[in-house]
């Protein structure tokens, strides 16, 4: 079975800085694995996905997540932070081998000070 | 393009009292279909999943149930609802063959008084 384990439940950070929010994973065959941002009371949206393509995934909004197998780690980043940036993210794993369902972590909540 | 639609927004009921939640998806053929179920503050638990007409997987035991009735429809029902079922309900699609990500509705929230 896979899992993800999303360091941190709240992140604060000022507008203009470094955003990165943690995620390692576990599986035992190679995973694919997804970030997605939720804003309040609405559903998730896709910032970018690994797919085993390139190991340095570039998403929406300037976000961007490095595949570290060594580290089982799948982190996100954005070079600045915005005050639109402002929701919860979630990281999640999905296998071929399980119908395509994907694993999802308990989210991150990511708050930005002006 | 495909869109996913789901309703009510939200949803407030007396405990004892039957549910019905909604989703269609347009602009896509034969999807997986997810249930999911956000508790305050904590992620997404999946409940369901169908990846035909009639085909439903159940994730955890529960006072739910969900169905299939058509290729792009999918409901989540209870008979009798309970203060614990209270929560951010989400209907999501995703494609077969290939992993591929979940695109999700707006969400139901909830709330059984």
């Known amino acids: 079975a896979q899992s993800v384990t999303q360091l941190g439940s709240h992140v604060s950070v000022s507008e203009g800085a470094l955003v990165l929010l943690r995620c390692n994973y576990s599986s035992s065959v190679p995973p694919y694995l997804f970030w997605y941002v939720q804003y309040p009371n609405q559903g998730l949206q896709l910032l970018l996905k690994?797919?085993?393509?390139?190991?340095l995934v570039k998403g929406i909004n300037g976000f961007e997540a490095e595949f570290k197998k060594s580290e089982t780690s799948f982190h996100l980043t954005k070079p600045s932070a915005h005050m639109s940036d402002a929701a919860e993210y979630f990281c999640a794993v999905s296998v071929v081998t399980n119908a395509g369902k994907s694993t999802f972590g308990d989210g991150t909540t990511l708050t930005v000070k002006p | 393009s495909q869109t996913i639609h789901q309703w009510p927004a939200t949803l407030v009921q007396p405990v004892g009292s039957p549910l019905s939640l909604e989703c269609t998806v347009e602009?896509?053929?034969?999807?997986?279909l997810y249930w999911y179920r956000q508790a305050a503050g904590r992620g997404l638990q999946l409940l369901f999943y169908s990846v035909g007409i009639g085909q439903i997987s159940s994730e955890v035991p529960q006072n739910l149930s969900a169905s299939r009735p058509q290729d792009r429809q999918f409901i989540l029902s209870s008979k009798k609802l309970l203060l614990s079922d209270s929560g951010f309900y989400l209907c999501a699609w995703g494609d077969k063959g290939v992993v591929a990500e979940a695109f999700f509705g707006q969400g139901t929230r909830l709330t059984v008084v």
């Open positions: 690994y797919t085993s393509a390139a190991t």
């Open positions: 602009g896509t053929s034969n999807p997986n």
